[in-house]
């Protein structure tokens, strides 16, 4: 199959420009430099450089070094660790999205589950987003796929998320999953989730549901929290098999040391989120 290969539009532009600046300043020796350094290694005037960061993360790129330093994990879970049973109880169940984004969510049944997706028609397209290339997949009743593309190549992304359900039809309208995509990058409206998977995992995409925006918890948590407390891997795997990137958070997923972890879509994009959720909720 041949994908689709829409020209590169502003967001992903900006994106790839950002991810550069990003890698940069973080590198070992990338945390002092200086906004016209970083400037001059991006092939842009300090002023233009200036302008198109801050509008991509809404705070200076000085600020930013600081959100992506390595010590900033571990202030997230010393400031904002989010203890899940607290949170249900205050009423944030649900409450882990971006830009107030309103998600109402149902799971596949077991059984639906067990038939790999056959009978269920998916339709898939793809779309510039804030953290580049993106890969929405949807069904009648939501949306069922979220994938970053940047860190791994398009080909790659619709393969493993294609893997998922291997029984279903796959059909490019993007036409027909733009509504949820625009709902979730704009954060007006309502976006209609179709998770699918195994209990299990539909158990630990519901805890991640639970984070609130700016908020951090560990994967111990996540295990005690849906009763399996000794379960700590199979969490893990649970979390990196999330099918709906960023709208089911699992990027707000640290391990209890304070390491980021893994993030399926590639380390620099869980950091990227993170850093972003700090300045959106001002840590």
Known sequence: MTLHQPPTTEHTYHWRLMRRAIERIDSDDGRDLTLEE???????????????????????????????????AKR??????????????VGLSGGGRLHDLFLRWEAMSPGEFARK??????????FDGPFGRMLAMATDRGLCGLAFAEETGDAAAYADMTARWPAATFLEDATAVRPHVEAAVSGRGETTLHLIGAPFQIKVWE?????????????????????????????????????????????RALRKSGGLGGYHWGLPVKRALLAAEAAQTKL
């Open 117 to 126: 997706g056959a009978g269920l028609t998916v339709r898939y397209g793809w």
């Open 76 to 89: 997230l879970l010393d400031a904002r660790f989010t203890t899940l049973d607290t949170a249900a109880e």
């Open 207 to 251: 805890a991640l549901l639970s984070i609130p925006t700016g908020h951090v918890t560990t994967y111990g948590e996540i295990a005690r929290a849906i009763g399996s407390p000794k379960a700590v891997r199979a969490v893990g795997t649970a979390v990196g098999r999330n099918p709906v990137s960023w709208l089911i958070p699992c990027h």
């Open 38 to 72: 970083i400037a001059a290694e991006m092939n842009l005037s300090p002023a233009h450089f200036q302008r198109i960061f801050s509008r991509w993360a809404g705070v200076s790129p000085k600020r930013f070094q600081q959100y992506l330093t390595l010590g900033h």
